[in-house]
């Protein structure tokens, strides 16, 4: 157990980062958030369509379906990145959590490179997570222009 009177008061500059970082993280963390929430959203309003399809049409024919369910495997993906982004997050801040422990008790290297790595994969799969977002929307739009051409 870590004695409390141990921690020695942090400077004003020392301070403000704190709270600049702690504000990056919170920012990331509702960043991935988003990512899986509007992705999540998007797979059930395709499904929604495809329902509204099926109905009105009494089925739904093979082409017709392939069409309209290559955007729900994109926003899948970006559900998948999504999750890898918590999971690498989570890596790094894990990591941070272990050097600060560190500082107060065995001594360990602040695994530096590894944060930055962590971190840099996290923000490469929210990217992607948008990404997909944006080509699953595109390929929505396509497969309805489609729907809407072909007979009843």
Not at 35 to 40: D, S
Not at 72 to 79: N, R, S, V
Not at 100 to 129: G, T
Request: charged share 15%; hydrophobic share 50%.
């Amino acid at each position: 157990m870590v004695d409390q009177t141990e921690f020695r008061d942090l400077g004003p500059d020392e301070r403000r980062h704190d709270r600049a970082l702690h504000a990056a993280i919170i920012t990331g963390q509702a960043s991935i958030r988003f990512t899986a929430l509007i992705n999540g959203v998007a797979a059930v309003a395709v499904l929604a369509v495809i329902v509204a399809i099926v109905v009105s049409r009494q089925g739904l024919g093979i082409s017709q379906a392939h069409t309209i369910t290559n955007p729900l495997m994109l926003f899948a993906y970006g559900i998948a990145c999504s999750g890898l982004a918590y999971g690498f997050a989570y890596a790094d801040r894990r990591l941070a959590a272990k050097y600060l422990q560190s500082e107060m008790e065995i001594p360990y290297k602040q695994p530096e490179d590894y944060n930055r790595v962590f971190e840099a994969l996290a923000v490469a799969a929210a990217v992607a997570s948008v990404v997909l977002f944006l080509l699953g929307v595109n390929d929505v739009r396509n497969a309805l222009a489609t729907l809407g051409s072909l007979p009843r």
